[in-house]
């Protein structure tokens, strides 16, 4: 068991390494080996397309009279996997790079063209300057003239680049954000001022007027209009539908003839004002007597009643009522 891992073979004393045959190959036999597409390729048979990279059981052979350098080059038989057509290529040591030969063509070789008129003017560019010196300076001129047009670039985008990095983007996000804001605040606001109602919107309350009517149901219009004023928007509403339901249960307290009917002005006592005038002398007058003259024939002044406005018509027509029995 031991003898299956040793390296060093046994061979006799008598053994002459000359008398061994030798197999005559001829120098172009082919060999079976396992390579992979070094390019993308079509076959011309039918169309179908190799990518680079897939794996071929290849037939390699050695092309005859053909040397670059002493560096033999080798030539590989594929088949193409739809149609089973025979597709040759072979090594192409001056360029590093693999040739085809017939059964398909390459694709995407433009970064191989361009390199190749690259190195074909730049040839032609040194043969030329070999045999005219003017044209050496005319290139050194137009090189220089480029290089100092790409360091003028170059010094424009560190400028530019310069520029933005002062900027500080996070403020701009922060500001145009703000102004949005404020935009839709805005239009918020401006939509909710249209779609309200225009009558539904509190008024500022005016100043109190003194009442001069003659007609004492003129201050259940004064009350109304008063309370109107004073309160909200929802107020007004509520109060409205109170009107309403008392005026569909008992009847409008306007200044109509049932409600005239019912309400009797109060009479003036000339009396009292009599006795009030012959008790300030025509001397100066005393606290408790008023300055200005009375004329007994006249009647007094009408007197103002002024109420509370949380007071109802009920109360009103209750405090009317009272006068007739005096």
Same mark, same amino acid.
């Given at each position: 068991?031991?003898?299956?891992?040793?390296?060093?073979?046994?061979?006799?004393?008598?053994?002459?390494?000359?008398?061994?045959?030798?197999?005559? /190959? %001829?120098?172009? !036999?082919? *060999?079976?080996?396992?390579?992979?597409?070094?390019?993308?390729?079509?076959? #011309? =048979?039918?169309? +179908?397309?190799?990518?680079?990279?897939?794996?071929?059981?290849?037939?390699?052979?050695?092309?005859?009279?053909?040397?670059?350098?002493? /560096? %033999?080059?080798? !030539?590989? *038989?594929?088949?193409?996997?739809?149609?089973?057509?025979?597709?040759?290529? #072979? =090594?192409?040591? +001056?360029?590093?790079?693999?040739?085809?030969?017939?059964?398909?063509?390459?694709?995407?070789?433009?970064?191989?063209?361009?390199?190749?008129?690259?190195?074909?003017?730049?040839?032609?560019?040194?043969?030329?300057?070999?045999?005219?010196?003017?044209?050496?300076?005319?290139?050194?001129?137009?090189?220089?003239?480029?290089?100092?047009?790409?360091?003028?670039?170059?010094?424009?985008?560190?400028?530019?680049?310069?520029?933005?990095?002062?900027?500080?983007?996070?403020?701009?996000?922060?500001?145009?954000?703000?102004?949005m804001l404020d935009r839709?605040?805005?239009?918020?606001?401006?939509?909710?001022?249209?779609?309200?109602?225009?009558?539904?919107?509190?008024?500022?309350?005016?100043a109190p007027q003194t009442?001069?009517?003659?007609?004492?149901?003129?201050?259940?219009?004064?009350?109304?209009?008063?309370?109107?004023?004073?309160?909200?928007?929802?107020?007004?509403?509520?109060?409205?539908?109170?009107?309403?339901?008392?005026?569909?249960?008992?009847?409008?307290?306007?200044?109509?003839?049932?409600?005239?009917?019912?309400?009797?002005?109060?009479?003036?006592?000339?009396?009292?004002?009599?006795?009030?005038?012959?008790?300030?002398?025509?001397?100066?007058?005393?606290?408790?007597?008023?300055?200005?003259?009375v004329s007994v024939g006249?009647?007094?002044?009408?007197?103002?009643?002024?109420?509370?406005?949380?007071?109802?018509?009920?109360?009103?027509?209750?405090?009317?009522?009272?006068?007739?029995?005096?």
């Amino acid at each position: 068991m031991s003898e299956r891992k040793v390296l060093n073979k046994y061979y006799p004393p008598d053994f002459d390494p000359a008398k061994i045959p030798k197999l005559k /190959l %001829p120098k172009d !036999r082919q *060999y079976v080996v396992r390579l992979m597409a070094p390019f993308n390729m079509r076959c #011309k =048979t039918c169309g +179908e397309y190799i990518y680079k990279g897939k794996k071929f059981n290849a037939r390699k052979e050695t092309v005859m009279n053909e040397l670059y350098m002493g /560096l %033999p080059i080798f !030539r590989f *038989y594929i088949k193409c996997t739809r149609c089973l057509a025979e597709i040759t290529f #072979k =090594t192409d040591p +001056e360029n590093t790079d693999y040739a085809m030969e017939h059964g398909a063509t390459r694709n995407f070789q433009a970064e191989k063209l361009i390199e190749q008129e690259e190195t074909k003017i730049q040839r032609e560019r040194e043969e030329e300057e070999l045999n005219n010196p003017m044209k050496v300076l005319e290139n050194r001129t137009r090189d220089s003239k480029l290089e100092m047009e790409v360091i003028e670039n170059l010094q424009e985008l560190k400028e530019l680049n310069q520029r933005q990095a002062r900027v500080d983007f996070e403020v701009m996000i922060g500001q145009a954000r703000e102004e949005m804001l404020d935009r839709a605040l805005m239009k918020r606001l401006r939509d909710s001022d249209s779609d309200s109602d225009p009558e539904e919107k509190p008024s500022e309350p005016p100043a109190p007027q003194t009442s001069t009517t003659d007609r004492p149901t003129d201050i259940l219009t004064t009350e109304k209009l008063t309370e109107t004023q004073g309160h909200s928007a929802a107020g007004v509403v509520v109060k409205k539908a109170k009107v309403e339901r008392w005026e569909k249960s008992v009847g409008k307290l306007g200044g109509g003839a049932a409600l005239a009917s019912l309400v009797v002005r109060k009479k003036p006592d000339v009396a009292a004002a009599a006795a009030t005038a012959s008790n300030c002398g025509p001397t100066a007058p005393p606290a408790g007597c008023s300055s200005k003259p009375v004329s007994v024939g006249m009647p007094a002044p009408k007197p103002v009643i002024s109420l509370p406005v949380s007071s109802s018509s009920l109360s009103l027509l209750g405090a009317y009522s009272d006068s007739d029995s005096e």
